[in-house]
Every structure is written in structure tokens, then in C-alpha cells.
């Protein structure tokens, strides 16, 4: 185990983070996520674990006003696009294949100082992997994986006091158009609008629907 543990949090905060958390209808649009803070959440973005570790993804934080106005229409008309201090489309990668394993190999020999030719099983099982897949098997493993991230930024959102609104209320295709994200080889996935609740957002008292601990939770 490593010697250098970080001060983790107590079981209390960790609770009262995740309910204060909600999906904010109405965002503060005059408040925005400082850049430190937005740093660390594209960290959180980047840290997600994925299958194999293949980050079959790309997010896109869209800080164009004018781009994010010609969302609205493709997103339900929700306002959350332009009032958020920060909107990201979490995109899957298209078409993953062998090249882009071998690409992910050359990095983990990379960061970790191996060669190649020692990764090569470890590639081929992936390779076998993938190759067992359809294209729209392919597609809806990449997007889980995206979701993943989701989670992972949502969270670590609310424990830094920062709140959100995931989203799969829009037009992915038309999200992917507007993008340009078919020629950079991925489609929009899910979107995550980030910044501040307006205190009149009325969603913010509005107590959590959950089903109980026994329904959700069975030991076997
Ligand atoms: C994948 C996903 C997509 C969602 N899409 C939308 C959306 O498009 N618009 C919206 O207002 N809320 C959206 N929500 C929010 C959910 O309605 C909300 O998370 C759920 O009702 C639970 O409430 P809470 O998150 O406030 O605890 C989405 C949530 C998830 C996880």
C-alpha cells in the first residue's frame, strides 16, 4: 500500500454531500466555477476508470456563448445550456479498434516505463475483446464507459460544492453536428451543465424520490 494516504473524508460528509447534491433546473448564471476548481473537475474527468482502461472518450466543455444558445434547441429548450457556468458533452470515442489499442499500449508503456512487446498479451486480449463486438455492441460499451466519467464528475462536483444538471435531454445527433464531433471521430454521449443553483431553483428543496434500502439493496 502506498505510503502517502490522502486525509479522506468522513463517512458524515460523504452523506451530506451526496444529498445535497441534485439535478439543478436553474442555474445562477452570474456565478462561475473559479478555474482552479475547474481544473480539478477535468481531473476528475481524466481519472475515471474505464474498461481496460481504454478512455474510449472525449469531453467537450463548450464555452462559446453563441455555440451554447444553438443548443437550447437541440436540449428540450433547457436552459441549463447557457445559464450553467460550464457545459460538457461527454462524448464516446467512434469506431475503437485495434489501432487505437495499440495507441493506448504505446501510452501505458509510456507512462510506465515498459516496452511494448511486453504489453503485447495484454493487447491481444483486448484486441480479442473488442473484435468479439458488433459496431452497435462497440457503441454502447463506449458509451457506458462514458458514463462512468459522468458519475465520477457529478461527484466529485458535490463534494467540492459545485453543483450540476446531467443531461440526456438533447438531440445527440444534432449535438454532434453543431460539434463537429462525426469528423473528430465521436458523438455526444451525455451533457453535464455545471456552475451554481439559482437560490430560486425549487427543485433544490424538493425531497429525493429514492426506493428504500430493501428494495434497492438485497445481501444473497
Ligand atoms: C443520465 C441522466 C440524464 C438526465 N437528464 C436530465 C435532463 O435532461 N434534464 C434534467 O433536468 N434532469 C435530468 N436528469 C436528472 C434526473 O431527473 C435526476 O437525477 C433524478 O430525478 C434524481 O434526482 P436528483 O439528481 O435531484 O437527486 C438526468 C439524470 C441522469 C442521471
Not at 117 to 130: G, M, R, T
Amino acid at each position: 500500500m502506498s505510503e502517502n494516504q490522502p486525509q479522506f473524508i468522513s463517512t458524515e460528509q460523504l452523506l451530506a454531500h451526496l444529498q445535497w447534491r441534485y439535478a439543478v433546473k436553474k442555474f445562477d448564471p452570474t456565478r462561475k466555477i473559479a478555474s482552479a476548481d475547474w481544473h480539478v473537475l477535468e481531473q476528475s474527468l481524466i481519472l475515471s476508470p474505464s474498461s481496460f482502461g481504454l478512455q474510449p472518450w472525449k469531453f467537450f466543455v463548450i464555452n462559446t456563448p453563441e455555440i451554447r444558445k444553438q443548443l437550447v434547441e437541440h436540449s428540450w429548450g433547457q436552459a441549463q445550456v447557457v445559464d450553467a457556468s460550464h457545459l460538457v458533452v461527454l462524448a464516446l470515442k467512434t469506431g475503437v479498434d485495434e489501432a487505437y489499442v495499440d495507441q493506448f499500449i504505446a501510452r501505458t508503456a509510456e507512462v510506465r516505463q515498459t516496452s511494448v512487446e511486453d504489453l503485447a498479451p495484454y493487447a491481444k486480449v483486448i484486441k480479442d475483446f473488442l473484435n468479439r463486438m458488433s459496431p452497435e455492441d462497440l457503441s454502447a460499451w463506449a458509451l457506458r464507459q462514458v458514463y462512468i466519467a459522468l458519475g465520477q464528475l457529478m461527484t466529485s462536483a458535490a463534494h467540492l460544492g459545485i453543483d450540476a444538471c446531467p443531461m440526456e435531454g438533447f438531440v445527440p445527433d444534432q449535438y454532434d453536428q453543431v460539434l463537429g464531433l462525426t469528423e473528430k471521430g465521436y458523438a455526444a454521449g451525455v451533457v453535464c451543465a455545471m456552475g451554481y443553483r439559482d437560490p430560486a431553483d425549487p427543485y433544490a428543496d424538493y425531497a429525493k424520490v429514492r426506493y428504500t434500502q430493501d428494495q434497492m439493496i438485497e445481501v444473497l
